[in-house]
């Protein structure tokens, strides 16, 4: 079960006085910890009393447990988390982010996301004031690949014009069912009016576009690259979905999986379905100018480890799994 402290929160001070016990905590600690609090905002009384919850990421938390025992457990959880950082400088990161991670806090995921992460490994975050300090786009948290973390004000901003403006290129390496013809989708999105996790094609929705292009034919799947145009929620799986070939591995819209091919690939469909964990989709890469020097930039991510079996499957490559890029052997990269 979740274990709640009530704590208060004084805005005049820059340390937290936890009621049950008194202990402070210094910046670092709570720059960590404010990510926990759900929709604390500055119009909210001060000293107001507020109650959150330890995350399961926490198995270790006794009963008894002093809250400075509490918070350094926590502090030192979140910083042993590895996270894969392809560049930093002054002004920016671009991580490449494992499935799994939920980008920002939101609920039922208070504490265990990539932005307390970065907190607790001391990273300077852009402030924007709606909890997502930093986020510049989103990853859904079973995609993995490429992000763009803004460390500064004046970076997040123009980072996020340039993402307004279509000039961050975004390409996402994805495994689907069928075979495709290449296509611009340009299908707008809503939430689904009954399931408001769902989303789907709505016209009238948020205008959405994407560009599909097929890399590799295999006898029941394609791999394929989708660039996008707009970065609606779930967008790539929603608009795939639509045109009839939804993502390998996709519970939500996955339009009932290998059960979808029939004949002899069949058994090859099963196979491939068996050894997919996640949904089969990864933001390979990202190319930007930096908001700073102005410099073109160009990061790459080869296809990850835990979906590497299904890649293998799906192929029928035996030697797959011992090469060292699958993107660029397949020529996802060219």
């Not at 989709?281 to 979906?307: G, I, S, Y």
């Amino acid at each position: 079960a979740n274990l709640w402290y009530a704590i208060m929160y004084p805005f005049s001070s820059r340390k937290f006085t936890f009621a049950a016990s008194g202990v402070q905590m210094d910046k670092t600690a709570v720059a960590c910890v404010h990510l926990f609090l759900p929709k604390l905002t500055c119009g909210d009384p001060v000293g107001a009393p507020l109650a959150f919850p330890i995350p399961s990421l926490f198995n270790n938390v006794t009963v008894g447990m002093s809250l400075g025992d509490l918070f350094a457990g926590i502090a030192k959880a979140l910083i042993s988390m590895a996270l894969d950082v392809v560049f930093e400088d002054d002004h920016l990161l671009v991580i490449s982010k494992p499935a799994g991670l939920v980008v920002h806090p939101a609920p039922g995921h208070w504490g265990d996301t990539l932005v307390n992460v970065l907190a607790a490994r001391g990273t300077q975050l852009a402030s924007r004031g709606d909890g997502r300090p930093g986020i510049v786009h989103r990853l859904d948290r079973d995609t993995s690949g490429l992000m763009i973390v803004a460390k500064t004000e004046t970076a997040h901003r123009r980072l996020s014009r340039a993402l307004a403006e279509h000039r961050i290129e975004r390409s996402y390496a994805a495994l689907v069912w069928g075979h495709v013809t290449n296509r611009v989708i340009d299908a707008p999105l809503a939430r689904h009016p009954k399931d408001r996790k769902r989303m789907m094609v709505v016209p009238g929705g948020r205008p959405a576009r994407s560009t599909v292009q097929q890399v590799a034919r295999f006898d029941a799947t394609d791999l394929v690259r989708v660039s996008l145009e707009t970065g609606r929620t779930h967008q790539i799986r929603v608009h795939l979905a639509h045109v009839g070939h939804p993502v390998v591995g996709d519970p939500v819209y996955g339009g009932g999986g290998a059960r979808r091919v029939t004949g002899l690939q069949r058994p090859g469909a099963s196979a491939i379905e068996r050894v997919t964990p996640r949904q089969a989709l990864h933001a390979a890469v990202l190319r930007f100018a930096h908001p700073e020097t102005r410099k073109w930039q160009e990061f790459r991510a080869d296809w990850p480890d835990d979906l590497r079996p299904c890649l293998a499957a799906a192929s029928g490559d035996r030697e797959f799994l011992a090469r060292d890029s699958a993107l660029d052997y397949l020529g996802f990269l060219k």
